[in-house]
């Protein structure tokens, strides 16, 4: 009696971790699959010191092996006025600092695998300045970015250009 109740346990156990497996796995296939790879940046940025403003064009030079469809970060307070594809205007999405950008499927793009993307867009950029730092512990003061009269700063963290 002892051993088969044990039996069950361990089978249970067993089925237990062989799922837990195969959701790893599937999960793992998923975030493998091939994305797109920035090859380079043609970044343009004016930058209006008395408005706080950034104003930025990036072309992209993707390579994008089989995707139908670019994930970017940017400022989530961008606004992003276009996006295009070849100068032809594209669907996009823009939420919570991600851009979403669909571009077709590989088939469309022929045997090129690499695309020209140009994304047009502003944000403003006002972190608070520590007049008076009582430490110098961390030299950024938790400033990643910065765009006032008296000087500019943009960290990377800032988001001040579109990045995958």
Same mark, same amino acid.
């Given at each position: 009696?002892?051993?088969?109740?044990?039996?069950?346990?361990?089978?249970?156990?067993?089925?237990?971790?062989?799922?837990?497996?195969?959701?790893?796995?599937?999960?793992?296939?998923?975030?493998?699959?091939?994305?797109?790879?920035?090859?380079?940046?043609?970044?343009?940025?004016?930058?209006?010191?008395?408005?706080?403003?950034?104003?930025?064009?990036?072309?992209?030079?993707?390579?994008?092996?089989?995707?139908?469809?670019?994930?970017?970060? *940017? %400022?989530? $307070?961008?606004?992003?006025?276009? +996006?295009?594809?070849?100068?032809?205007?594209?669907?996009?999405?823009?939420? =919570? #600092?991600?851009?979403?950008?669909?571009?077709?499927?590989?088939?469309?793009?022929?045997?090129?695998?690499?695309?020209?993307?140009?994304?047009?867009?502003?944000?403003?950029?006002?972190?608070?300045?520590?007049?008076?730092? *009582? %430490?110098? $512990?961390?030299?950024?003061?938790? +400033?990643?970015?910065?765009?006032?009269?008296?000087?500019?700063?943009?960290? =990377? #963290?800032?988001?001040?250009?579109?990045?995958?």
């Amino acid at each position: 009696m002892r051993v088969a109740r044990l039996v069950k346990i361990s089978v249970g156990f067993y089925l237990l971790i062989l799922t837990v497996v195969v959701i790893l796995l599937l999960f793992l296939e998923r975030t493998t699959q091939a994305q797109c790879e920035v090859m380079a940046h043609d970044l343009k940025v004016r930058i209006e010191p008395e408005t706080q403003d950034l104003i930025g064009s990036d072309t992209l030079t993707l390579s994008c092996p089989e995707e139908q469809r670019a994930l970017l970060e *940017l %400022n989530p $307070e961008a606004i992003v006025h276009s +996006v295009e594809r070849e100068a032809v205007p594209i669907p996009f999405k823009f939420s =919570a #600092g991600i851009l979403e950008v669909f571009f077709g499927s590989p088939d469309s793009r022929g045997k090129d695998k690499t695309i020209l993307l140009t994304i047009r867009y502003g944000s403003k950029f006002r972190d608070p300045v520590p007049r008076d730092p *009582l %430490n110098t $512990e961390d030299p950024t003061y938790g +400033v990643s970015g910065v765009i006032s009269e008296e000087g500019v700063m943009l960290l =990377a #963290g800032a988001r001040w250009f579109p990045e995958i």
